[in-house]
């Protein structure tokens, strides 16, 4: 998988990207996989981690909701024979896919994957015209659904919480003007309009549409959500010892992870204005240090590691617990139910 299309404020979103797995080494350190040992890879992209889980001896159950990435990895099936079961799931249901005596692992790479990226008639990319869509699942409202639709009290909650675009009301209420006479139906009319409301500055890193399409992404596939219900899923699914390893690239979506392993560690929380909480059982362990990212010759080889960040831990046999969203503190945004065409 690759970072947010738009993500972060390094590389602009939609140049052609040759698809490296980020942390690769660390991942593997952290998964530990070997002969006789189950790994879930929940999000298989263009199938960098799981390739490299196959070749340590490990069996792998792959899932990835983007058709297309089915059908590719399907040579990568065939040769590994019976030790790869690539299936088009949601990873936040990861543990309907797991075996009955419970996994050794799961690693999760949070992202748009640079295939997604590269087709300009999936609509992630604004440097490749194509339609305003971004559902990976290729099913449900698009991006320009939403874009035609939702309130402008909506959309300036979508790009101001999921892009932390600095504009969002201006650009919000431009688009309802906009589409008032004229529906947007591609990603540079979109990219355009967010131009002329907030022109591209000489010293700017990222084009003015970054954060607006990293946030449309984010909410069509509902990435946040899923990322939550994948770690309640992965808390289930595992078995004692198993290992539970997340790759980053955005500040929400690390917030998110480090929220959940905080929560599970065990320790007693609290403030000096509130008592102390009594402490639960550890569900989890940290492996090694609580975030470890690219080195500096990762990320000159590969720029997108450059806001990439790992969190880790080992599963105990304490039971799991439920599936508290909030945990997470995640605002309520508009629902993708009401800006279907």
Do not use: C, W
Request: proline fraction near 6%; charge should be neutral; aromatic fraction near 4%.
């Amino acid at each position: 998988m690759v970072t947010n299309p738009g993500e972060a404020t390094t590389e602009p979103e939609g140049g052609p990207v040759r698809h490296i797995p980020v942390l690769l080494a660390e991942v593997l350190e952290a998964l530990v996989p070997e002969p006789g040992k189950v790994i879930l890879d929940g999000t298989f992209g263009a199938g960098g981690y799981t390739t490299a889980i196959l070749d340590a001896g490990a069996d792998v159950v792959a899932l990835d909701r983007d058709p297309t990435a089915i059908a590719s990895g399907q040579a990568l099936v065939a040769q590994y024979s019976g030790r790869l079961s690539l299936v088009r799931s949601q990873f936040s249901k990861l543990a309907d896919h797991a075996p009955e005596g419970g996994l050794d692992g799961v690693v999760l790479d949070i992202g748009v994957s640079s295939m997604q990226i590269d087709e300009a008639e999936r609509g992630f990319s604004f440097q490749k015209n194509g339609p305003l869509d971004m559902r990976m699942s290729k099913h449900g409202v698009s991006a320009a659904d939403v874009v035609n639709h939702a309130k402008v009290s909506d959309l300036t909650r979508i790009f101001g919480f999921l892009g932390e675009e600095k504009q969002p009301g201006r650009i919000a209420r431009a688009i309802e003007k906009r589409r008032a006479s004229e529906a947007f139906a591609t990603t540079r009319e979109l990219a355009n309009l967010i131009e002329t409301v907030n022109p591209r500055k000489a010293k700017d890193k990222i084009h003015p549409a970054t954060r607006v399409f990293q946030a449309l992404r984010i909410f069509v596939n509902d990435e946040l959500g899923e990322l939550a219900q994948a770690l309640f899923a992965a808390e289930r699914a595992l078995k004692p010892g198993g290992r539970l390893v997340v790759v980053t690239f955005h500040s929400l979506e690390d917030r998110i992870v480090k929220q959940f392993f905080a929560d599970r560690s065990g320790k007693a929380s609290g403030s000096r204005h509130l008592p102390m909480v009594e402490a639960k059982a550890a569900i989890f362990q940290p492996i090694g240090r609580s975030m470890i990212s690219a080195s500096e010759a990762e990320a000159e080889i590969n720029p997108r590691a450059r806001s990439a960040k790992l969190r880790a831990g080992i599963r105990s046999d304490a039971p799991p617990r439920s599936a508290d969203m909030s945990i997470f503190d995640l605002p309520d945004l508009a629902s993708l139910a009401k800006m279907g065409a």
